[in-house]
């Protein structure tokens, strides 16, 4: 029996690793989860242990107001390194580049203890973009002995840096798997003004676009210059729904509130529940975000995604053609939208389906890899190759 300890802390991370720990959890003759939240998310955190019915055997609890990074290394670090004291795992997980994934990484390789990596490999090779994420997954890398690479280019980026091949796993991403299991085209809304936008979409052809913004690289102007495209797009087109969950970061909150709110076409809303989001995103019809995980999740619904940062680490749906880097300037962003909504043919050619992240097997590869390197299963797991749109 092997003790593994999953570490997450903020909603993607801890969307993605979910599959993980249920996947996990079928093999109880051989594993025991010991499932970590850090809490570097409070409220949207909660929603999403709700959504996937996870209770975490211990809660670190660090979530400060307005926390500075400094705060969030080393008041998970100090927790995590008693918990790791007390739980002795055999094998350490975590997801992604959150500052809880880096500090999870660093805590387990001070215990000598394995690490495991989901989501190993994706770069800009930009020490500032994303801020702090590209630095917070190198070094994550530097101490994991298990790297589960998405893609056979983030694979690739890990070869580059001199990492052992054998340690690299190509499983796909497990936000395909949480995605596949919660897009409903029966899901009703609890939430009223998401039931009047499908609503308005079904009866009236209403489209929406939703819009997410948060990364700290953004704070400031960029958002600023975002939200002014916006504001401008919702006054151009009055015939669409802009549905604009917005993140409980107060900064980000500082700067999209006043800009955006009063405008009878733009719903700024709080975040929204997993199920919730995804739903809406397909019933949408174009995205507009700085998120991560948002770029994978879109394409496989055949959504066209507009990426509002200078450069992505997931180039897989861009090559595709189902997603399009347009950077922060508000004109660019008008720009690309207007062009996107006033022709058909353009959008067309954005919208097909494509799925470079995973096939929602993700979740199974990666503890068919744990299984292999604990020496559970003789055979090494075949890599995720995407299909064919
Ligand atoms: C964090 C991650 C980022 C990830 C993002 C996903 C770091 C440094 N940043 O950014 O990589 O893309 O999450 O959303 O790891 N807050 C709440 N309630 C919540 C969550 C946040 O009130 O449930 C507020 C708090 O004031 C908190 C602030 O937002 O201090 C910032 O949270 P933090 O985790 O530091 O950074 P994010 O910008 O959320
Ligand atoms: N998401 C959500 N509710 C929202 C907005 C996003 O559940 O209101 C989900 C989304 O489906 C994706 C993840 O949160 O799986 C992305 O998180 P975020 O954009 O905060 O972080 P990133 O992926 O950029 O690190």
């Given at each position: 029996?092997?003790?593994?300890?999953?570490?997450?802390?903020?909603?993607?991370?801890?969307?993605?690793?979910?599959?993980?720990?249920?996947?996990?959890?079928?093999?109880?003759?051989?594993?025991?989860?010991?499932?970590?939240?850090?809490?570097?998310?409070?409220?949207?955190?909660?929603?999403?242990?709700?959504?996937?019915?996870?209770?975490?055997?211990?809660?670190?609890?660090?979530?400060?107001?307005?926390?500075?990074?400094?705060?969030?290394?080393?008041?998970?670090?100090?927790?995590?390194?008693?918990?790791?004291?007390?739980?002795?795992?055999?094998?350490?997980?975590?997801?992604?580049?959150t500052t809880t994934t880096f500090v999870g990484s660093l805590a387990a390789f001070y215990h000598k203890i394995p690490v495991g990596h989901l989501e190993a490999g994706l770069r800009t090779n930009d020490k500032f973009n994303p801020f702090p994420e590209e630095i917070n997954r190198r070094l994550t890398s530097a101490v994991t002995d298990l790297h589960f690479a998405p893609t056979a280019s983030a694979k690739k980026a890990l070869l580059k840096e001199h990492i052992v091949p054998a340690s690299i796993f190509i499983t796909g991403n497990t936000v395909i798997d949480a995605l596949l299991a919660a897009?409903?085209?029966?899901?009703?809304?609890?939430?009223?003004?998401?039931?009047?936008?499908?609503?308005?979409?079904?009866?009236?052809?209403?489209?929406?676009?939703?819009?997410?913004?948060?990364?700290?690289?953004?704070?400031?102007?960029?958002?600023?210059?975002?939200?002014?495209a916006i504001k401008k797009l919702s006054v151009h087109y009055p015939k669409l729904n802009f549905v604009f969950p917005v993140h409980l970061n107060p900064v980000v909150r500082?700067?999209?509130?006043?800009?955006?709110?009063?405008?009878?076409?733009?719903?700024?809303?709080?975040?929204?529940?997993?199920?919730?989001?995804?739903?809406?995103?397909?019933?949408?019809?174009?995205?507009?975000?700085?998120?991560?995980?948002?770029?994978?999740?879109?394409?496989?619904?055949?959504?066209?995604?507009?990426?509002?940062?200078?450069?992505?680490?997931?180039?897989?749906?861009?090559?595709?053609?189902?997603?399009?880097?347009?950077?922060?300037?508000?004109?660019?962003?008008?720009?690309?939208a207007a062009s996107l909504i006033d022709h058909p043919k353009k959008y067309k050619a954005m919208a097909s389906v494509v799925n470079p992240y995973g096939d929602g097997k993700a979740a199974q590869r990666t503890v068919a890899a744990i299984r292999y390197f604990f020496g559970m299963a003789k055979k090494r797991p075949k890599d995720f190759i995407p299909r064919r749109a």
């Open positions: 029996m092997k003790t593994i300890a999953t570490i997450f802390g903020t909603r993607p991370d801890t969307i993605k690793m979910a599959p993980v720990i249920v996947e996990l959890q079928k093999y109880p003759e051989e594993f025991r989860t010991f499932n970590i939240a850090t809490a570097q998310h409070r409220q949207m955190l909660d929603q999403v242990l709700s959504v996937f019915n996870i209770t975490p055997d211990l809660d670190l609890n660090i979530m400060l107001p307005q926390q500075s990074l400094a705060q969030i290394t080393s008041n998970i670090m100090s927790k995590l390194d008693e918990a790791l004291s007390e739980a002795k795992p055999d094998l350490v997980l975590v997801q992604g580049d897009v409903d085209p029966d899901y009703s809304f609890n939430d009223i003004l998401l039931q009047r936008v499908v609503e308005e979409k079904k009866r009236d052809g209403k489209n929406i676009v939703l819009i997410t913004t948060h990364r700290r690289e953004n704070w400031g102007e960029p958002m600023t210059d975002i939200c002014s500082g700067i999209v509130f006043p800009i955006l709110q009063g405008l009878s076409n733009v719903f700024l809303i709080e975040p929204l529940e997993y199920k919730s989001f995804v739903n809406v995103m397909n019933y949408s019809h174009l995205l507009l975000t700085d998120s991560g995980g948002v770029q994978e999740e879109a394409p496989s619904l055949g959504k066209p995604v507009l990426v509002m940062r200078k450069v992505t680490e997931r180039p897989e749906a861009v090559k595709a053609g189902a997603v399009k880097l347009v950077g922060m300037n508000s004109e660019i962003i008008f720009k690309e």
